[in-house]
């Protein structure tokens, strides 16, 4: 199998001297759904900040799809990373000021040149979905939360996208919201696509998940199956952090 | 509060609740009395409203010729009429994608209707005059500063240091000038900058003097939009593979324009009133021509009625561009711009 992510010795360094990510080595490959977990700060939104170019790097590589990406963090590479890797971010960060269908239809249109008819019946087919048909000619602020993460999921798969970051995407959510937005995940891991899922949600990671990579600062700790985590992990930081967290 | 059951207990707890509130309350509605009846009695039967009366003409259109006044009139209708198609915000497509060519086309329309030309009878802008120039200094001015205004901001946004550096410059250069000292320079030095022989209409170098500086106080409106926009909106638009330019002009600007909406229509009304200072650069817009008037030995000393006039005009106009701006606040806001968890 390809490999769609694969990073070596990834090393990012903030002024104080502090290591966001240190030596990151790993690989995700095609139909993958990799969970990520750590306590808050240990790096995994960076990391993933960083499978799309939002963050920068000081050294090591890094390939996304395909494409090569080093620290100089060349622009052409980065937007041509950008067009086949969607993300979905905590805060949902729909655009206020566009319709739902116009939020979903903004990037295939201005960024793929898709014509407004055919990018209109691909973002109504991925509303039903996600089962918001009815709120397409809405605006974000009149959506439920977990709503409103459907549509930035919906929004995010509308360039048809070799792989999907998620980051932390429930914890901005209501309690009684969070089901329904892990559903709608759970269906896309079922058919196939490459998943990066930053989250808490543990009961999500055992069932979904094929890989739980445990990060705590700034490095990787271990990466293992999610039988082999959540019942014998094999370090004790790990151990740690999942009594910390109630498992 | 229950009004009908209530208004008298309210009225005494708010007016009459002791000895020193009661003396206050008589003495406020003596003064407010004799005020209303002076006015009132100067209005009806004190003042001789020949002067404004005989005048509509002037105060309309100024010294345009008598037999050419159907130019400015109809480029005020179509004005008038594109405003209220604006307000109205079309269904159809094709007329909203329309629309803002048609406002770029005011300009030269009011030009060629005023100045003459293309078969119409050349009409010199010394006799371009009255609410119809103000209107036009006012238009003319807002719709020139408001995209260079843009510009400006996002130039003061960019990466690029020299084009940070001037739009900068030129923002704060201007705001630190007083208005009257660049419409004198409009009215004065542009002139020298042209050869000899090439002479650029006054009011054109007016409303130039008045783009200029505009432009800086709408770039720093506009900038304080896109500060109250988070961050986190440009990384969702860079996620979906938009390029800088795309996510300024699809995501930023149009959020930033909401925000500004309200300082920016503030910026136009002063903008109209500001125009008034052309009367003392010889320009017979509104006041200017009711100066004339008052010149006029048939008039003489006849300020209070020319003055009360004017001032229920520019009144007038200032507040139906109020309304409409407040229609258009709540027309683009709509609640869209406060996101709910």
């Not at chain 1, 041509?80 to 116009?102: A, D, T, W, Y």
């Not at chain 1, 407004?116 to 019946?121: D, K, L, Q, W």
């Not at chain 1, 974000?140 to 509308?158: H, K, T």
């Not at chain 2, 050419?68 to 994608?97: D, F, H, M, N, Y």
């Amino acid at each position: 199998m390809t490999s769609v992510i694969r990073t070596r010795k990834l090393v990012k360094t903030f002024s104080k001297g502090l290591r966001a990510l240190d030596e990151i080595s790993m690989e995700v490959k095609k139909k993958e759904v990799l969970v990520v977990m750590g306590p808050s700060g240990s790096g995994k939104s960076t990391l993933i900040r960083t499978f799309n170019g939002l963050e920068t790097f000081d050294s090591g590589e890094l390939e996304i799809v395909g494409i090569p990406l080093h620290s100089d963090h060349n622009e052409r590479n980065v937007r041509e990373i950008r067009k086949r890797v969607g993300m979905v971010f905590q805060q949902f960060n729909l655009f206020p000021h566009l319709s739902i269908l116009e939020n979903i239809t903004l990037a295939p249109i201005k960024v793929q040149k898709q014509n407004r008819i055919e990018a209109e019946e691909h973002a109504m087919s991925l509303l039903s979905q996600m089962g918001i048909i009815t709120q397409a000619r809405k605006y974000p602020s009149q959506l439920s939360g977990g709503e409103q993460q459907r549509v930035a999921i919906a929004r995010a798969l509308a360039l048809k996208p070799e792989l999907l970051l998620f980051d932390e995407p429930t914890s901005a959510l209501d309690p009684e919201r969070v089901g329904e937005v892990l559903d709608a995940i759970r269906s896309l891991a079922e058919k196939g696509m490459t998943m990066v899922v930053v989250t808490h949600e543990v009961g999500f990671a055992k069932e979904v998940a094929d890989k739980v990579l445990f990060m705590d600062s700034g490095k990787v700790i271990e990466t293992s199956t999610p039988e082999v985590f959540f019942t014998n992990a094999k370090h004790e930081r790990s151990r740690k952090f999942l009594n910390q967290i109630g498992e | 509060m229950n009004k009908k059951h209530n208004l008298f207990p309210y009225i005494r707890r708010i007016a009459f609740s002791n000895s020193l509130d009661t003396c206050i309350t008589l003495f406020i509605l003596l003064a407010v009395f004799l005020l209303s009846t002076i006015t009132i009695k100067w209005l009806l039967f004190g003042a001789d409203w020949a002067v404004v009366i005989q005048n509509y003409p002037l105060y309309a259109f100024g010294l345009f010729p008598a037999d050419q006044r159907w130019r400015p009139a109809l480029w005020l209708l179509l004005l008038i009429s594109l405003t209220i198609i604006t307000l109205v915000g079309p269904r159809w497509r094709w007329l909203r994608k329309l629309l803002p060519i048609t406002w770029i086309g005011v300009i030269p329309l009011g030009i060629v209707l005023l100045s003459g030309g293309l078969g119409l009878l050349p009409v010199a802008s010394r006799y371009w005059g009255g609410v119809t120039l103000t209107i036009f200094l006012t238009t003319c001015s807002s719709l020139l500063a408001f995209p260079l205004g843009i510009i400006l901001a996002i130039g003061r946004q960019s990466d690029l240091p020299l084009i940070k550096f001037f739009s900068s410059i030129y923002i704060e250069a201007l705001r630190a000038v007083p208005l009257i000292a660049i419409l004198f320079f409009g009215q004065l030095l542009i002139p020298l900058f042209f050869p000899i022989g090439v002479e650029i209409n006054r009011v054109i170098r007016a409303v130039l003097a008045f783009t200029l500086f505009v432009s800086a106080y709408v770039a720093e409106d506009i900038r304080g939009g896109f500060q109250s926009i988070p961050k986190s909106q440009e990384e969702a638009a860079k996620a979906l593979g938009l390029s800088k330019l795309q996510i300024t002009q699809f995501v930023i600007l149009p959020q930033a324009l909401i925000i500004a909406l309200p300082a920016l229509t503030n910026q136009a009304i002063g903008l109209l009133q500001n125009t008034s200072l052309m009367a003392i650069l010889g320009l017979v817009e509104l006041l200017g021509i009711s100066r004339s008037i008052l010149a006029n030995p048939l008039f003489i000393g006849r300020y209070m009625e020319v003055y009360v006039w004017l001032a229920g005009i520019y009144w007038l106009i200032c507040t139906v561009m109020a309304l409409l701006a407040s229609h258009l606040e709540q027309k683009v806001t709509i609640e869209k711009l406060t996101i709910k968890n």
